[in-house]
Structures are given as structure tokens and as C-alpha cells.
């Protein structure tokens, strides 16, 4: 993994002592059921980009990105950059937040991002008007990264369903993640709000990894057809 340059804000010290001393992690239930997510998915490299998800093989060993469902939300000829969308924590955003007003009173999870910057703060918001300032990543969803806009959307009071907020990211640079989907330790499905802003994130990988199963068995009854 490598660090990226600061084009993000990040949360004080105490807030990650914070975060290390409450924030526990979901772990990851195996009997879910999946949802309704998008089936397509791929392991052809040429589909890398952003707003497509990554969803952990069954194989990956690295306990930082095993069964993660991981968006990526920055894609080019320098760097990568995800944000796992399973790792909820039991930390609310306005012990995250806490010089914003507007969080005072927010008691939605914070998300575990990745294991790189952990004081790095990010947001994802499903909206159906052009938010200034945020990158458009797919569809209706953008990705928060500055404090100006983290207080502008904060003070619009957006629901918790479409509205996450993540501590630290996944990152790579651009040749060493298609060298890990060549080895077969990603799948590639495309950007889907369903999976983002998953109402069972606990059980999204589960979800997802099903889609893969499936599809292989789509596929090997074609042949034999």
C-alpha cells in the first residue's frame, strides 16, 4: 500500500485514540442472504476505473482486504485509491466530527476506510443534485474530501442511508492493483449504489461473492448448452 499526497483533511490525534479504544469493527456475518446487487463482474484489468467495486476473492489472505468490498473513487496513471464500504464501526460520526455543529447530534457509524492514513476523513453521499466541490465518482454518488464541503453537506442534515463517513483508505499504485487482479485476488463489478450504501455491510461481501458464483455457473451451463 502507499500514502497519496494530502488532498484530504484529517481528525485529531485524540479522536483516533479515540477510535482505537471504541471503534470495533462489525465482523463479518456468514449466513446472509444477498441482496439486490448487480451481477456483472469481470477480471479483465481494462475494466479497472473509477466507481467500480472490488470485491475480495476468496483466496486474498491479507487480513487488512479479506472479504472487503472495497469503491474505487480515485484511478489513474500515479496512484489508486478505495474506500472499503463493510468495516463499520461502532464509533458515531459526531465523535469523529466534533468541530463540526452540524454532526453534533449524528449517531450513524463511522466506516473503516483502509488501513492507510487512518486520520484521514472521507464521505460518501448518494444525491441527486451536483454537489460543488465533491468528485463525482458514479451516478448520483460523490466522494467528500475537504472540510468546506464535509460542513456544507453536514449542515443539510443528509440521511444516514445515503450519507457514510470513513476513516483512512486503500491504496495502490496503479500497476501493482492489476497485478493483483491478474492473480485472481480481486473481482470487478461495476458501481452500484445498492452495495455502497448497503443497509447490511456486514454481510455485503457475502452478498457480492455469491454474484460471483453464480455468474461461473451461468457461464459452465452455456458451455455444456
Given at each position: 500500500m502507499i500514502p497519496l499526497?494530502?488532498?484530504?483533511f484529517?481528525?485529531?490525534l485524540?479522536?483516533?485514540?479515540?477510535?482505537?479504544a471504541v471503534?470495533?469493527?462489525?465482523?463479518?456475518?456468514?449466513?446472509?442472504q444477498?441482496?439486490s446487487?448487480l451481477?456483472?463482474?469481470?477480471?479483465?484489468?481494462r475494466?479497472l476505473?473509477?466507481?467500480?467495486?472490488?470485491v475480495?476473492?476468496?483466496?486474498?489472505?491479507?487480513?487488512s482486504?479479506a472479504?472487503?468490498?472495497?469503491?474505487l473513487v480515485?484511478y489513474?496513471?500515479q496512484?489508486?485509491l478505495g474506500?472499503?464500504?463493510?468495516?463499520r464501526?461502532d464509533?458515531p460520526?459526531?465523535?469523529?466530527?466534533?468541530?463540526?455543529k452540524?454532526?453534533?447530534?449524528?449517531?450513524d457509524?463511522?466506516?473503516l476506510?483502509?488501513p492507510?492514513?487512518?486520520?484521514?476523513v472521507?464521505?460518501?453521499y448518494?444525491s441527486?443534485?451536483r454537489?460543488a466541490?465533491?468528485?463525482?465518482?458514479?451516478?448520483k454518488v460523490y466522494?467528500?474530501?475537504?472540510?468546506p464541503v464535509?460542513?456544507?453537506?453536514?449542515?443539510?442534515q443528509?440521511?444516514?442511508s445515503?450519507?457514510?463517513?470513513y476513516?483512512?483508505?486503500?491504496?495502490w499504485?496503479r500497476?501493482?492493483?492489476?497485478?493483483e487482479v491478474?492473480?485472481?485476488?480481486?473481482?470487478i463489478?461495476?458501481?452500484?449504489a445498492n452495495?455502497?450504501f448497503n443497509s447490511a455491510?456486514?454481510?455485503l461481501?457475502?452478498q457480492?461473492?455469491?454474484?460471483?458464483?453464480?455468474?461461473f455457473a451461468?457461464?459452465?451451463?452455456?458451455?455444456?448448452?
Amino acid at each position: 500500500m502507499i500514502p497519496l499526497r494530502k488532498f484530504y483533511f484529517v481528525v485529531t490525534l485524540a479522536t483516533v485514540v479515540v477510535f482505537a479504544a471504541v471503534g470495533t469493527v462489525h465482523p463479518v456475518k456468514a449466513d446472509a442472504q444477498p441482496g439486490s446487487l448487480l451481477s456483472v463482474q469481470s477480471k479483465d484489468i481494462r475494466s479497472l476505473g473509477v466507481g467500480k467495486l472490488l470485491v475480495a476473492s476468496r483466496d486474498l489472505g491479507d487480513p487488512s482486504f479479506a472479504q472487503t468490498v472495497i469503491l474505487l473513487v480515485r484511478y489513474d496513471s500515479q496512484s489508486v485509491l478505495g474506500l472499503v464500504l463493510n468495516k463499520r464501526t461502532d464509533l458515531p460520526v459526531s465523535r469523529v466530527l466534533k468541530g463540526f455543529k452540524a454532526a453534533t447530534k449524528r449517531s450513524d457509524p463511522v466506516y473503516l476506510g483502509g488501513p492507510v492514513d487512518t486520520p484521514a476523513v472521507f464521505a460518501l453521499y448518494q444525491s441527486s443534485s451536483r454537489i460543488a466541490g465533491a468528485d463525482h465518482i458514479f451516478d448520483k454518488v460523490y466522494l467528500i474530501m475537504s472540510k468546506p464541503v464535509f460542513e456544507q453537506t453536514l449542515s443539510a442534515q443528509p440521511d444516514s442511508s445515503v450519507f457514510h463517513v470513513y476513516l483512512g483508505y486503500a491504496g495502490w499504485n496503479r500497476d501493482q492493483l492489476q497485478k493483483e487482479v491478474e492473480l485472481g485476488m480481486w473481482f470487478i463489478f461495476p458501481g452500484d449504489a445498492n452495495a455502497v450504501f448497503n443497509s447490511a455491510p456486514d454481510s455485503l461481501w457475502q452478498q457480492m461473492i455469491r454474484r460471483t458464483t453464480l455468474n461461473f455457473a451461468d457461464n459452465a451451463s452455456e458451455l455444456w448448452n
